[in-house]
């Protein structure tokens, strides 16, 4: 099947669920991009990252936060939640990439209940922070599996047709996103020329666990003493 839609597959050693995310298996995925690319002739825009179960959850989280390394996921029977601080928003810019470049692609086995329920939440929390470029999907008869050639081939497709423009829909949920991040920058900074300091930072915590990088640099400088 790769033979078919020309991709060269990688995967990285010592990167299972034994592995720390941050410390070893995000490290060796983004090793595993860089040298790919310098020994092979490849199009950059049309690299990829993807797992299944705890891999794809390390998946997500890399897509999210390196949109210029990678144009898109796949993401295999595991996922979680975005905008909260295991899987922070990352800065503007970068989130602004992911959202307009990155195409998102979820399966989980029927009876894979637990999972299936995880990828809900997931593209639900994706919604939510006005990220649309995703297509999930429920892969009959199966367990907690690797997915089958049929679905990969699907994942391939959609990877590969890449990010249709931004509509008027995704533009005005990027905007009442901004509105809702302004107003609540706007209670923080009212509660601190109030006096009000510890009900501030309550505040500002709230707003760094739910934007992440779209809240800076502003609330690093209304935490500041």
Known sequence: MFDEFGVIFVSAERSGN???????????????????????????????????????????????????????????????????????????ELFQRFRRTS????????????????????????????VSNLDDFIQPRLDHEVAPPEALRRALRVLLKGVAPAGAAAEACERALDSELASALHDAATLIASGRRRGADDRLIAVDERFGGLAGPRTVELLAP
Request: aromatic share 8%; glycine share 10%.
């Open 103 to 130: 195409p998102l692609v979820f399966v989980t086995g029927e009876r894979d209940q637990p999972h299936a329920y995880d990828q809900l939440r997931s593209v639900r929390s994706l919604y939510r922070s006005c």
């Open 18 to 92: 034994d592995e720390m995310a941050l410390a070893g298996r995000a490290p060796h995925v983004l090793l595993a991009a860089h040298n790919v690319l310098r020994r092979y002739s490849i199009n950059s825009e049309h690299v990829y990252v993807g797992g299944f179960s705890g891999g794809s959850r390390v998946a997500l989280r890399l897509a999210l936060g390196y949109p210029d390394n990678f144009r898109g996921a796949f993401l295999d029977a595991g996922s979680d939640p975005i905008g909260n601080p295991d899987a922070p928003l990352p800065p503007r």
